[in-house]
Structure formats: structure tokens, C-alpha cells
């Protein structure tokens, strides 16, 4: 791929800018709540596409191409299905809790809500996980850039994780929100017209649906049995397990993106920012999952372009770049890769935010000084930022010695995020709920995720217990690890909370759903209101289902 001077002119001006949105924000960061939470001051309509652009890292990008390509239309499934449901959910029920309890992360509100022991087991792990997710980024970055420009590997994850720790250094939480934002549009700038192109190139929509098999162009029709769709899942595994245990987990619990809501400025604002996000989200997969149809349309019909031979089938991963190198004019080009660079800097930065706020309020201030000055903490949420930028370089080159990482990685999040949303579901919703039964819940729900694994086997992965199943997929046996992880979390926490004393009611109040008196609505804009917005979403998410049926 030749880049000429305009695209190299595109790429620096987006450094710079990304840098000097931090140096323009330093001044208003003056505690330790401005950096680490931003103060509780964003406008609604920068938390709505920061809490998206939170999400749209390398994953998000060039994965969802990529399956596009592996899997068809049926991908759309990670947005209609695995992510706006659970962001009506949060948004409805239970973003009164998170905003209202005034916790300053998700472990904090479980030590409100619980104790001491389930806070720390949440925050150690959600910290980790952010190290891993942040290094992931990081190594998907300057692979693509070794790759594509040729640029040395060693000086693209020292460059991107300089810039990621300049703005989110200076400007902390904020800093990263507004950079979110302007991430968003670039994504969304850059690779809008890829769409366009690629799939008018293939004559389409029908076009497409004329190249390719059936089951390729249908979002529901192939889902009555496992061996019928590539995924490999049917319709009880892909509702349950991404539908819900695993989209629920990850939108309702994840710190990452909790996080860009509860740095709004009213109870209000915080619960529309998943609302108003689900709008855009809804139209993600026509940006980042129909160039990768198209593109195996394209190959199929011997246009001039080809996706990359892989063994003895494509490598489905190159199929936006590839793209982008055979239809991006000089400038378009810049733009293209400055968007993907964009993204991967996206879910790096907000991934580094989310544990510099966790590592400092629940693990520091938590258990090794609890009661220092806001300034000593200001500093040490500073410090941090530059750790956690080192740790993801450190885990970058971890990344770089496995092939399954990112698989791996997903396992984790199905290990961890599975059960942590039934133990939210009981402690928001049942108030007998104990602190001892959120704790061995948790543990109890991901000795299951690992039993499942270990005792069944997908893709030649798993069964290092003993195989007593094979599933079509590793996506399969991922949606029935996340199954079997909630199912025995939320048993085991409601058969010992029920051995075990619970708060009383006084110690609970804001913190359940029963106990808290939720916000009034009266003479607020239906626009404004929750309710009304959620049943936008839902008539539109119905329609594009049976638009793809």
C-alpha cells in the first residue's frame, strides 16, 4: 500500500489534534474526580458516542469486517442482538443505581451494594482484563501499520502508546471522552464511502445476494440448527448466549463503558447516553460488517480484487485494508488509515481511563492508603495512567507471542463478564441478595465457564479435562460457556444469600430496585424520557431484523 505525501499530512494532523484536545483540557483538571471521572460534567451527546466509540476498538473494526466476510449478514447479530438490547436495558433499569449510589466505578458500587470481598475480586480482575484488552489494541495497531506502511513494529507501539499517555495524561477521563468522539466521526468518515464503493462494486445489495449462498445474506433464517449457518450456533445459543449472558455482561458491567455514562451531567443524561448511542450503533454493521460481504462478493465474481489466500481459504482479516488499498484514492487513503488508527487508539485509551480510575479509587485508595489528600490521589491517578500505558506495552508483546490470543481473550471476558451479570441482576433487583453469596457466585460461576472448557472442545480448543463434546465453533462453545457461567452464578448466589444474612434495608436504599426512588419524568419531553426513547429503538431494531430475516 503507497501512501503519498497528503495521506502522511493526514495522519500527523490527527496526531496533533488528539494532543492538543488534552493540552486544551489540562487547565480544567484540577482533582482527582476531574481526571479520574470527569467531574460529572460531559454534555449527553458526548457520553452517547463516547460510551460507543468506547466499544469501537480493533475488535470492532477490523474483526466485524472480517466476519462479514467468514460469516455474512448473520454478524450484524454482535449489534441487534449482542449489544443494543443490553444498552436499553442499562439505560431503563439500571442506570438509577450506578449514577444514583454516586459510586465512582462498577467495583465501588459493589462494595456499596455487597462488601469489601466482592469489590476487591471485581476490581483485581477488571483491571487485569483492561491491561490485556489495552495491549491487544496496541499490538493490532503497529502489526497493521508493520504490514500495510512497513513501519518498524517496535516504533509503532511506542508511537501509539506515547500519544494514547499524552492526551490521557493531561486531559485524564475528559481528554479521552472528547478524543472518543472525534475517533467516532473519523471511524465513521473513513469508512463510510469503503461501504458505498465496495458494495456498489459487487451490483449492490441483490447484486451480492445473487453471489453469494443463501445463507449468507439472511440475519435469521439459517439459526433452526447448529450445522445449518457458518457460525455454527442455533437460535436457543445465539438468544441466550449472546443475546443475553454475554451482551448483557459486558454493556450492563463493563467499567469500560459504564464509565462514559456516569461521567454525565444529570441522573437524566446518564440514563439516555446508551439510549441515544443505540441509534448509531444500530447502523454499525452497514459501516464495518458489509465491506467484508461485499468483499468476498468481489472475489467471487473476479472483479480485480481478491481477498488474500490463507491456506486453503482466505484470510478473512485483510479484507479492510485490502479494500481500502484497491479503492482509496491518494488523501481517501490518509483518512481510511487515520480512521483505523483511530479505532485501535479508541480502545486503547479507553481502556487505560478505566483502570487508572479502578487501580486508584479501589484497589489504592481501597487497600494501601485509604485516606490521603485528593491532591496525593490526583497524582497517583496521573501515575498510574503512565503505568498502565507500560503494562499495555508489555502486554502488546505478550500479544505478539500467541496466534489465539484474541480468542483467548474473548474467553476470559465470557469467564468474567458472564457471571458478574448475574450477581448485578440479583444485588439490583432482589434485595435479599448477600455480599457472601455475590462473592461465591462469582467464583462459583467461573469455576463453571472453566469446566465447560475444559471438558468440551471446538476448533481443536478446550478439552484439556476431558472431551465429552464437540461444538461447530469456538464462538458456539463460547455462547455456552457464558451460559453455564451465569446460570451458575445466579443460582449459587440466591442459595447462599439465603444461608446468609442480608444488609438491612436502611444500608440499601438507592442501591435496589424497590428501595430507591427512581427519577421523576413529569412534564419532561418524550424525547428526554427513557422509556420513550427505548421504544424508538426497539420498533427500529425489529424493523431491520425482518429487513434481513
Not at 448485578?424 to 462469582?442: P, Q, Y
Request: include cysteine; charged fraction near 10%; glycine fraction near 10%.
Amino acid at each position: 500500500m503507497h501512501l503519498t505525501p497528503v495521506d502522511y499530512v493526514i495522519l500527523v494532523l490527527y496526531f496533533a489534534f488528539v494532543i492538543g484536545i488534552g493540552w486544551r483540557l489540562r487547565k480544567s483538571v484540577t482533582s482527582a474526580g476531574d481526571f479520574l471521572t470527569a467531574g460529572h460534567h460531559v454534555p449527553v451527546w458526548i457520553t452517547s458516542l463516547a460510551f460507543l466509540a468506547a466499544n469501537l476498538g480493533a475488535q470492532e473494526v477490523v474483526g466485524m469486517a472480517a466476519s462479514g466476510a467468514k460469516y455474512g449478514i448473520m454478524t450484524s447479530h454482535f449489534y441487534w442482538i449482542g449489544a443494543v438490547p443490553a444498552m436499553l436495558f442499562i439505560g431503563v433499569f439500571m442506570m438509577p443505581f450506578y449514577y444514583g449510589s454516586k459510586a465512582r466505578s462498577v467495583p465501588e458500587y459493589l462494595k456499596m451494594r455487597f462488601d469489601e470481598k466482592t469489590r476487591g475480586l471485581n476490581a483485581i480482575t477488571f483491571a487485569v482484563m483492561t491491561l490485556f484488552s489495552s495491549g491487544i489494541s496496541m499490538y493490532a495497531l503497529a502489526k497493521m501499520f508493520n504490514l500495510v506502511l512497513g513501519w518498524d513494529f517496535n516504533s509503532s507501539i511506542i508511537l501509539s502508546g506515547a500519544i494514547v499517555l499524552a492526551y490521557t495524561y493531561l486531559g485524564g477521563l475528559t481528554s479521552a471522552i472528547y478524543n472518543e468522539v472525534l475517533q467516532f466521526f473519523l471511524i465513521v468518515i473513513g469508512f463510510s464511502p469503503l461501504a458505498i464503493l465496495a458494495v456498489s462494486r459487487a451490483g449492490g445489495w441483490g447484486g451480492i445476494q445473487q453471489r453469494l449462498p443463501d445463507v449468507m445474506t439472511h440475519a435469521w433464517k439459517y439459526v433452526g440448527h447448529a450445522n445449518q449457518n457458518p457460525m455454527g450456533v442455533e437460535v436457543f445459543g445465539l438468544v441466550a448466549g449472546l443475546g443475553f449472558v454475554l451482551s448483557f455482561g459486558y454493556w450492563c458491567t463493563d467499567f469500560l463503558v459504564v464509565q462514559r455514562a456516569m461521567a454525565a451531567d444529570s441522573m437524566s443524561a446518564a440514563r439516555r447516553t446508551p439510549l441515544l448511542a443505540a441509534f448509531p450503533k444500530m447502523i454499525m454493521p452497514f459501516i464495518v460488517i458489509l465491506p467484508g460481504i461485499a468483499a468476498l462478493a468481489l472475489t467471487k465474481i473476479g472483479s480485480g480484487y481478491a481477498l488474500p489466500a490463507k491456506g486453503s481459504g482466505y484470510d478473512y482479516d485483510q479484507a479492510l485494508t485490502t479494500l481500502m488499498a484497491q479503492f482509496y484514492p491518494s488523501g481517501m487513503l490518509g483518512v481510511g488509515l487515520t480512521a483505523l488508527m483511530a479505532s485501535f487508539m479508541s480502545g486503547m485509551a479507553g481502556n487505560v481511563t478505566a483502570f487508572n480510575t479502578v487501580f486508584t479509587y479501589d484497589i489504592y485508595q481501597g487497600y494501601i492508603r485509604p485516606n490521603a489528600s485528593d491532591k496525593h490521589y490526583l497524582t497517583v491517578g496521573r501515575l498510574t495512567t503512565v503505568v498502565g500505558v507500560v503494562l499495555s506495552i508489555a502486554t502488546a508483546y505478550l500479544a505478539a507471542q500467541f496466534n489465539d490470543i484474541m480468542d483467548f481473550l474473548q474467553l476470559v471476558f465470557g469467564f468474567v463478564n458472564a457471571p458478574l451479570f448475574a450477581t448485578f441482576l440479583l444485588g439490583m433487583f432482589w434485595k435479599r441478595a448477600t455480599g457472601h453469596g455475590a462473592f461465591f457466585g462469582l467464583l462459583s460461576g467461573t469455576a463453571a465457564a472453566a469446566l465447560t472448557h475444559g471438558l468440551t472442545d471446538a476448533e481443536g480448543k478446550g478439552a484439556w479435562i476431558a472431551h465429552l463434546h464437540t461444538f461447530p465453533s469456538q464462538m458456539a462453545q463460547n455462547f455456552w460457556i457464558a451460559i453455564f457461567a451465569w446460570s451458575t452464578c445466579f443460582l449459587v448466589t440466591i442459595l447462599v444469600s439465603l444461608a446468609t444474612a442480608p444488609h438491612p434495608e436502611s444500608k440499601l436504599r438507592g442501591l435496589v430496585y424497590g428501595l430507591t426512588e427512581m427519577p421523576s419524568e413529569e412534564g419532561v419531553p418524550w424525547y428526554k424520557r427513557p422509556v420513550p426513547l427505548a421504544l424508538v429503538v426497539v420498533v427500529t431494531l425489529v424493523f431491520l431484523n425482518l429487513l434481513f430475516l
